[in-house]
């Protein structure tokens, strides 16, 4: 009887403790809610710099869609020193005297393969060429030929190893100033998938166009843009729904903020059907109609895209087998008695022909076009068969001798807008990305929350008794891995895929890569804080640890640490490796640190040749920081409610698990000097792998 009183009474105390604990939970949740509730409102009201502008703002802007897809865009001309000059009076299309013209004489580019053997593998052999403003040029050529190789040199997308001349206006090419009045591209779109149309042109014109323009200003020239490339009823569209043609157009829109006067596209037809195809190019011919120089690789067009290019440049094996006019090509193959079929495409006659399955003419071509420097086929030729064709003499061109091209740093003032500006841009960019990303962030809290109720329920109030000291002990460690693996896994999978995103807008001078991430580092922090807070809070209090401020405090700080350094290693693997090799690659790097953490195998057992693993750990010092605020600090002797309790008195229990002479201020100091070294480190790689993703395309 007295049994069963004392069990009531046991069952009363704890459904009593436990409500007034969930009580107290709900209201700390609720508060804390509120006040995220009151900053998320604050976030979407706040509209800095009109990333987020509104339809309403927009209505009356660009209601005109320009005819036929016209080109009707803001020039915003450049200064002496590279600078935007927002008071020039607005035109449609540049002069004579901007045009801009590329040629380039003797360029060859090798690359090394192989492991042990090294070999070199030449992709350009001397090759030469003239494109002109105001023509739209097609590179052309099966795959592998060295076409995207000769637009990468072209556009200064790859330097190392390069030999020969590139020439701007019969100038040698100053490859910081002509980045400035350039862009690329790239084959694959790629674009912030959680930003709509509208937002993802405010950040550009944001970043590439000189802060002090108004509000207004900027957003009449995102509508025009927009309304050019048809995009204009599409401005609210997040950009994973558009489709492969808005897409690109997009692509083509977000460049078009500065106006270049030089723009490269590799394979912009790629993965567009016929229709959205011959819109894209039709695009293109309309921008080089304003006399631009548009420059784009394509491989296969039909008859009718074909039509669209002014002028066509033939590679082949690195060298250069014809350059002229579209009309030319025909009467060009027939000179060597290639005849293309009735009603066949000529550009697939013309991959035929370069494959040799009309016999060997690579050479012959080849010295047909002297390698590029032939002009004789330039211009517009007409065919008939009773006048034949008419004589071309062929300009006179002098050559000149091959130069070693070197990599030009980026100098200061290089971007259109301060660091400070950049990095609130970015900023506003990635809290805005972070706070639709639902696996990244709802999902995170939303895990981090169920864990720990799970947790808390299971080893619910080990924190008061004596006799619980040791379970207490492992629910410690299984928080300090569960934190550890969920923040090193969030970055390892999501960072990578930012990196030709982070490619192509540093490429093309959107922003400096130190103002990227930094916005990267602080956008991310206080999510993955808010996260390890959740869990830390409540199974602290479901597991009735000590209630006292300081160990609540000491604790959750721990917490904090432990999951930031995880995160940190995490963006560290992520900038090294692929998602792939990052969860293969990840886990076995964070394996020693568990293992050396102190919990498996004490400091003291272990072999004097490995103790240094130990103070490497930094799992190890979270470990014991999170033990110490619990255990620590002359905490006196716990209730046992067994006939006996080893570890009634915490030090001794610390004692045993070599934590006796352990310092929290020492696991502080080595966990904060590790998430500072680690992310400088992780920016340093992210330098080299950006400019390493430069030389790997061919």
Not at 268 to 287: M, Y
Request: with cysteine.
């Amino acid at each position: 009887m007295q049994k069963t009183v004392a069990i009531n009474s046991r069952l009363c105390a704890f459904h009593d403790h436990f409500q007034s604990t969930i009580l107290t939970f709900l209201s700390c949740y609720c508060t804390c809610s509120l006040r995220c509730l009151g900053l998320v409102v604050y976030y979407y009201c706040w509209d800095m710099d009109g990333i987020r502008s509104s339809p309403v703002r927009l209505k009356n802007i660009g209601k005109k869609r320009p005819d036929s897809l016209k080109i009707d865009l803001l020039k915003v001309p450049t200064t002496e020193n590279g600078t935007s000059d927002k008071c020039a009076t607005p035109t449609e299309s540049y002069s004579s005297e901007d045009s801009v013209n590329v040629t380039f004489r003797n360029i060859s580019y090798s690359v090394s393969e192989g492991f042990f053997k090294k070999e070199k593998k030449h992709l350009l052999n001397n090759i030469n060429g003239d494109f002109h403003s105001a023509e739209l040029t097609a590179i052309m050529g099966p795959s592998g030929a060295g076409k995207s190789t000769l637009m990468d040199i072209l556009a200064g997308y790859i330097t190392h190893g390069v030999t020969g001349q590139i020439n701007i206006n019969d100038k040698v090419r100053d490859l910081s100033a002509f980045r400035k009045q350039a862009c690329y591209i790239m084959q694959d779109d790629n674009l912030q998938p959680l930003l709509t149309v509208n937002e993802a042109m405010m950040v550009a014109v944001n970043l590439k166009l000189p802060s002090d323009l108004s509000l207004s200003e900027k957003a009449k020239k995102v509508m025009e843009i927009l309304e050019s490339v048809d995009l204009g009823s599409d401005r609210e569209t997040k950009t994973f729904e558009l489709s492969g043609g808005q897409k690109k157009r997009l692509s083509i829109a977000l460049e078009l903020v500065t106006n270049p006067q030089v723009m490269f596209f590799d394979e912009p037809t790629s993965g567009l059907d016929i229709v959205a195809s011959k819109q894209c190019i039709t695009l293109l011919k309309e921008l080089a109609s304003l006399n631009r120089t548009v420059i784009c690789t394509i491989h296969q067009p039909s008859a009718s895209i074909l039509d669209l290019f002014h002028h066509v440049y033939v590679v082949a094996n690195g060298s250069c087998m014809y350059q002229g006019s579209v009309n030319a090509l025909l009467p060009y193959l027939s000179e060597v008695h290639l005849t293309c079929p009735t009603f066949h495409n000529p550009s697939d006659f013309l991959l035929e022909v370069i494959s040799g399955d009309h016999g060997d003419y690579s050479q012959i071509l080849i010295q047909k076009s002297k390698n590029g420097l032939s002009q004789r086929w330039r211009s517009e030729i007409p065919y008939s068969a009773k006048n034949g064709l008419r004589e071309i003499y062929q300009t006179p061109v002098v050559t000149q001798p091959p130069v070693q091209l070197t990599c030009i740093k980026d100098t200061p003032n290089t971007y259109s807008t301060s660091f400070g500006h950049q990095l609130l841009v970015l900023l506003k960019r990635t809290f805005l990305v972070i706070s639709r990303d639902k696996t990244l962030t709802y999902n995170r809290l939303l895990t981090h929350f169920c864990i720990a109720i799970f947790i808390g329920i299971l080893y619910y109030g080990i924190g008061s008794e004596a006799g619980d000291m040791y379970d207490n002990f492992k629910f410690m460690f299984f928080s300090a891995m569960f934190l550890m693996l969920t923040s090193f896994n969030c970055v390892t999978t999501t960072f990578p895929s930012e990196l030709p995103i982070i490619t192509r807008e540093y490429f093309n001078k959107w922003y400096s890569l130190k103002s990227y991430y930094l916005a990267l580092t602080f956008a991310d922090i206080p999510v993955q804080i808010c996260a390890t807070l959740l869990y830390g809070s409540v199974t602290y209090f479901l597991t009735k640890q000590p209630v006292e401020s300081f160990r609540i405090v000491s604790f959750l700080f721990m917490c904090v640490l432990i999951s930031l350094v995880a995160q940190s290693f995490g963006l560290f693997i992520g900038a090294c490796m692929d998602v792939k090799n990052g969860v293969i690659f990840g886990p076995f790097c964070m394996l020693p640190f568990t293992i050396f953490s102190g919990f498996f195998v004490q400091l003291n057992a272990c072999h004097p040749s490995m103790r240094w693993l130990f103070h490497i750990s930094f799992l190890k010092y979270g470990f014991e920081g999170m033990v110490l605020s619990v255990f620590g600090y002359d905490r006196p002797k716990l209730p046992c409610n067994s006939e006996y309790c080893h570890y009634s008195r915490p030090e001794k229990f610390l004692s045993n698990m070599d934590m006796a002479k352990s310092t929290y201020s020492l696991a502080v100091i080595f966990l904060g000097g590790l998430i500072v070294a680690i992310r400088i480190s992780a920016y340093f790689v992210l330098r080299v792998q950006v400019r390493r993703s430069r030389g790997k395309r061919r």
